[in-house]
């Protein structure tokens, strides 16, 4: 029990000590690889057991440095951390692989691999990490890391869109210290579970759903909602495709994940109107994104604007606000990631393949490439929601759960959205995979190119084929989710 | 430009802000002070010897490759962390107690000062490098 407990620490620390040793060797890149592969592998075999062992309803908690609760620093991890620390885990193994293929030499001897573990270190930290504050400092770390994985290379365009995501998150960085100064000044507490505790007991204040929007403000932007997503598809698109690949399918989760924890613990006084403002707020999302999306002719553009259509998705199950639809989102997102991992690594063997990324030069790729064609292709319905895939039963549980509850509205867009989801995937398959070959192609080998991109999609159809236990896992994840009185029981021990 | 009031100066001053900033550090983990500002308060005194004497003469006083000093600091820190977890506590959990020193008398030790000495170097090391990158190239 106490073992566990504190070694939920090692998802933050294991990569921190990959970084320093890498930091610490410099110029051996071959070392280097070897260490970020061996890192990444133990924070995935970790959080799988983690994931066992949190299963059946166990919330293990620790203080940093001893100090009591709620004044020192907590982590803990529900059923939903675990899912998301494991699913994590899976694509950074699978982008590091992919990178090992693509990336080139100057960019790892800048400490590429470096950097990466440092966002993943912020990545797990802000799904473990049980007080305010230090949400804020993770957040820092990834996102730190990712300015400087954005900008690597240093191309015109790279150091142009770099700037601008820099300066947007700053910007809601800023935000987030005020709305954390707000809440401490309310309730002289920062950490979630106390948190909880005395919103609850300031329950009717309109402040609190001020402070609320506040906070949807700022993980709407890092998360990419609407109106806040602006920044989002030029940012994905310009940096080296394994990182495209890494933020497109994590980072801006991060940010869902955020609303989803404050959005089920703490600011749940005033539901009608936080999570109606939700509603629509996930509904505008998921239509400008997927206009935006059809009328692209850039491959890892449209992925991009496909991003924030499905970001209204998960949003959708943490409106709705039941159980259902909150497990439903939870799968949602972890499908997403993953569907969205391997799509974008598709694009960046495209890319690394043939030199571009433009629908309008490419075509017939499926003559030349056919594995590439065909992973495309399942990870492409999967996104629009077919099955077997895990995007049929994720889209399904959603629309199950808002029927149940009544929101006909928003089924009916998310509905509309999905058939122009598969219109924009066709779209990009008809152009680049389907029709005669262009000349100019040369035939490469490039089975290790996808190998890590057809394993996301392996475990895609796993996730529906193993549809019963995954919506098991994610229908407890909801319920937690749902009650916040067991998580503030487990960490507040009262 | 040299200026020879400001050399003359800062080769007192340096001393008096250098020993103080040891002060800071020790004292750090339970009163106000730490590695965070120590280490402000170092580079800053490196700063004046830059400024005073030139990049030159700063390179042969010191001769430390500062940029060693981030991952140095940064794996002293989180091993400070990480021990208390082979002994079942939590992560950073800090360890005292009191020690009798011949001339200093009874002092009070904590390994959060280890902590905060790798915190030192950390902004040691990275307000050298980035003094040392815009000032040089």
Redesign the interface.
Known sequence: M??M???L?LPV?LP??G??AI??TRGRIQLHRAIAIVTVLTMLLFSIILLGYVKEGAIPV?????WEIPYGIVFAADIFSALMLTVASIVATAVLLFSFKTMDEAREKYGYYAFFLLVMMGVNGSFLTGDIFNLYVFFEIMLICSYILLSLGSGKEQLRESFKFMVINMLSSTLFLVGVAFLYGVTGTLNLADLAVKVQAAQGEGFITVIAVLFLVVFGTKAAIFPLYFWLPDSYRVPHPAVSALFGGLLTKVGVYVLYRIFTLVFITDPGYTHTLLLVVAAATMVLGIIGAVFQMDMRKLLSYHIISQIGYMIMGLGIFTSSSLAAGVLFIIHNILVKGALFLVAGTVKHLTGTENLKELGGLLQVYPWLGIIFFFAGISLAGAPPFSGFFAKYSLMLAGLESGRYVIVAVSLGVSILTLFSMMKIFQYAFWGAAQDWYEQKSYGHLVAPAAVLVVLSVAMGLGAQWMYELSAAAGSQLLDPSIYIKAVLGA | MKSFILETVSKVVLFVILIFSFYLLLRGHNAPGGGFIAGLMTSATFILLYLALGPGARKQILPLNFRAF???G??IS?LT??V??AG???????AFGYADLPVFGEIEWATAMLFDFGVYLVVVGVTMSIISVLGEE
Do not use: E, Q
Request: hydrophobic share 60%; proline share 9%.
């Open positions: 106490t073992v407990n504190n070694l620490i620390v921190l000590l970084a320093i930091f610490l620790f203080s940093a440095g001893d | 981030i991952p140095v940064l794996l989180a962390g990480l208390p977890l079942g506590k939590p992560f950073l959990t800090s």
